[in-house]
């Protein structure tokens, strides 16, 4: 272990005692709860972020909330979960493992709640009473939000201090676990990816994988260092930020735990995406793969975890970096194949087809790279900024083009006069695919709010001089791409010239960070995606058996609704998640979150909606069935968590520091 974490740092004992310490206050805070137990119907295992390794975001098994029971006795919260030792709660999506026999022999349906402080929370998912708790890394801590990452330097975008720090905003005051981990149900064991610093800072951290037994969270085996090597690039190198969800598949009879991550700073030295291959049977990393050798190519997506099909394919959708389609994929759709080791042969992940869009020194206006250069040699500084650092723009001088949109509305385009090098925070992987792999298609989106469908089976495997040529390179899609969160008039989504992208209807950003909810409509006959961008309204689009998008309806709620005004508006839209029981469409809802404000920069409340996303209001509208504005119930907005429906209950991840639980009103 690196001599770092040989500093002084309290006992596992006295941590204990710290974490036993705090379940007196939680069981204060369930006192002030309404008294009322959430519903007491069949509980659908959620074991992985967003339902299934498609990342559909969809429960097919709910068989109590339905359109006219929600309709009926509306929704109402009856109970708080808080999560401990952070202010904020978690960043990680609840996950629920029904039937789980504890140590005090009795069976529960459990939820699992891991804080951004290092603590582990299981709970009854029906009341929220506590099972176990337990605190994660030993010896060390979470990061404490507000330690400075770099030398002196005057923060961007009205960020607190005079120092660079993990979140300049300082709205998380602690970082430890950020992805949402994976459960395996029939070992009942649940894997983590923590941060944990003997000192709480980030120069110190390291990430270790931690594997508990969900019957009393104990570790299942030691933390196991987070490290590896690929190419010249070297994980520890430098400050990593982990925020992709975990995944657990099988391949070859191997159940492996696989996950992704970026770099704090993307424009830093040794910035690269990586992606792990986690063994189950011998709790060891068996193989890494960084997606860049240059910079860049983090892999965030909003939080979303990388996606499997049943052949055991990885997909996910990189960020800001380097290009040369061989060994660098920045702001590519990519393909990969896990092997795992056999006799003398190493395992290995090594991506095996991809998509790209643009590169990001063309699309931030600057020359394009000559085809024999490979990409990054010598990219100007500029040319790519930290994930998230903001866009750092001037409306000033603006050119202002009027349109109308599909639906023959008026818009306008707002295209800002901007130096070189402004648009390199336009990450492609600012949300993940949505991947419907029963018709081989996976529709890739990002900040331009464009939805790109892609064929599973031939990606493309773009290179820079195919790029020269953009609309040869869009025939290699399944079908042309569309504008998925908004309508901003007659613009091409693939223009010859990508700076063509650089703008924003009504002056306000378009941006995508929530995975497009799937889900096959039984009226249409169709599978269908639901999107929620920023600044704009929920969206509803059909996609058919060859992947052609085709626009259904949308909302008549706004995300960011008190920000829109003040361009470049607010963030990060809506997230959300559906359930039916079966193919009944009386069944179907879908609950969303968003936020008032601008999230991104400050705490802001937020507001939870249930739709009917099947019969359609006037005008071609999604209805609501239940607004939690019309019942002054108040919440401040988690900006990476979806709500989800589960046995008759709604969870909804809080910034309060907790998960409020919603069911039918009595």
Known sequence: MNAAFSVSWPTLASRIAIVASLCVSSANLAAQATGQAAAQGTMSPWLTRAFDNSRSGWNPHETILT??????????????????????????????????????????????LPSMANIVRAVDAHDGSELWTVPLGSPGQPIVGSTATGPRKRNPDGCVGDFPTIDCHAINDKWGVLSTPVIDPETQRAYLVAWVSPDGTPQNAKHFVFVLNLRDGSQVVPQVPVAGTSGSQDYASTMRKQRSSLLLTSIDGHKT?????????????????????????????????????????GIWMGGQGLAADAQGFLYAITGNGDFDGKTQFGESFVKMKYTPSSGSTAASIQVVDHWTPWLDLVRSGQQRLPADKVAGDSAPTEAMKPVG??????????????????????????????????????????????????????????????????????????????????KANCAKLASPPVWLTIDPGPNDPCPLNPTALNFMPWGNTAHLHMTPVQFFDPVLNSWTIFAWGENAQLHKWAVSKTGALKYIAQSNEFASADSRNNSPGGMPGGFCSGASNGADPDSALLVCTIPYGDANARLTNGRLLVYDPIHLGPNNTLRVLWDSQSFGKQFLFNKFDPPIIDGGNIYVPNYNGGVDLYALAR
């Open 389 to 470: 650092g903001g866009m750092n723009m001037s409306l000033k001088g603006a050119r202002l083009v009027a349109n109308l949109d599909s639906q023959g509305k008026p818009v306008m385009d707002v295209f800002p006069a901007m130096a070189s090098g402004n648009w390199s925070d336009e990450d492609w992987g600012s949300a993940g695919p949505a991947c419907i792999f029963s018709i081989g298609v996976c529709i890739a989106t990002g900040k331009d709010g464009i939805g790109y469908p892609i064929k599973t089976s031939s990606l493309g495997n773009t290179t820079v001089l195919g790029l020269k040529n953009p």
């Open 257 to 297: 735990v696989f996950w992704a991550s970026g770099t704090v700073s993307e424009s830093g030295k040794g910035a690269a995406g990586w992606v792990f291959a986690f063994d189950c049977a011998t709790n060891t990393i068996t193989s890494t793969l960084a997606l860049t050798q240059g910079e860049g190519a």
């Open 67 to 112: 359109q006219a029971s929600v309709a009926a006795k509306g929704i109402d919260r009856v109970t708080i979960v808080p999560v401990m030792g952070d202010a904020r709660g978690m960043e990680a999506q609840p996950l629920i493992l029904p039937g789980v026999k504890v140590a005090n022999g009795s069976t529960h349906d459990l939820m699992l």
